[in-house]
């Protein structure tokens, strides 16, 4: 596989909010804009919808796709992630975090093959400003560089007064055990977060500011735009552009 690379899509076509086909048609974009910037590429998609995930839609996707739709532990997460003011927060950034985490662990051979490796958030796509040598940076993870927080007192709340835009970024393949190390301790904090919210108390740790966190700084080449766009969540009047 040499000089070919990795998106990895991760997504939830079929959520409880939002039109599924809306969300199918808005990924197969996704997909489109990858392989409109690269040639020798895969595509993997993690896939978590909790209402199942149908047929017909997997076969329009060109890509190779991970259902985790009936995975014990995600079926869990939604479970217990319901009932409060945060319930979408928690299922996405819970269920990002594990889905992601699990699949490297459990191919992380195959990763190794490729030449880099790129995380992409399901429904967003590279822009035409998207420049792929922004990404030509070995042995370093690349992401666009931090900003505050959006909460007035984040530290109490997030652990951290910064955050990463985690839509997108990229790592070399050499890298693969520090991602997992990575993503271990942002999944740790995450569910710490949610045991501490379920206890009454103000705390919120999500991808974004737990990347800041744990990401070895010496490793990160960071970079002010990472030319991607899409909705935010569940929020479908609000438009990200990164």
Not at 108 to 118: D, H, I, P, S
Not at 125 to 143: E, P, R, T
Request: charged fraction near 25%.
């Amino acid at each position: 596989m040499e000089n070919k690379n990795l998106f990895i899509i991760t997504s939830a076509i079929c959520t409880t909010y939002g039109s599924s086909d809306e969300r199918l048609l808005q990924t197969m974009h996704t997909i489109d804009s990858i392989r409109s910037k690269y040639d020798n590429v895969d595509i993997w998609i993690i896939d978590s919808s909790i209402n199942g995930i149908k047929p017909y839609m997997i076969n329009l996707l060109n890509a190779d796709f991970i259902n985790m739709s009936d995975d014990e532990e995600v079926l869990n997460i939604f479970k217990t992630s319901q009932g409060s003011d945060e319930t979408i927060g928690f299922i996405k950034n819970r269920t990002e975090s594990y889905c992601t985490l699990k699949v490297l662990k459990e191919r992380a051979g195959q990763l190794k093959a490729y030449e880099r490796v790129y995380k992409i958030s399901g429904r967003y796509f590279l822009s035409n400003k998207f420049n792929i040598s922004n990404h030509l940076a070995k042995n370093k993870i690349v992401i666009k560089e931090k900003t505050r927080s959006l909460f007035k007192n984040p530290i109490p709340i997030t652990g951290s007064e910064f955050k990463h835009d985690c839509v997108m970024y990229s790592f070399c393949s050499f890298l693969i055990e520090d991602m997992i190390s990575i993503l271990e301790g942002v999944r740790k904090d995450i569910e710490l977060s949610f045991l501490e919210y379920t206890k009454g108390n103000l705390r919120y740790c999500d991808m974004e500011h737990a990347l800041y966190l744990h990401l070895p700084k010496k490793k990160v080449k960071y970079i002010q735009h990472a030319h991607v766009i899409g909705r935010i969540g569940g929020i479908e009047n609000k438009l990200y552009v990164g």
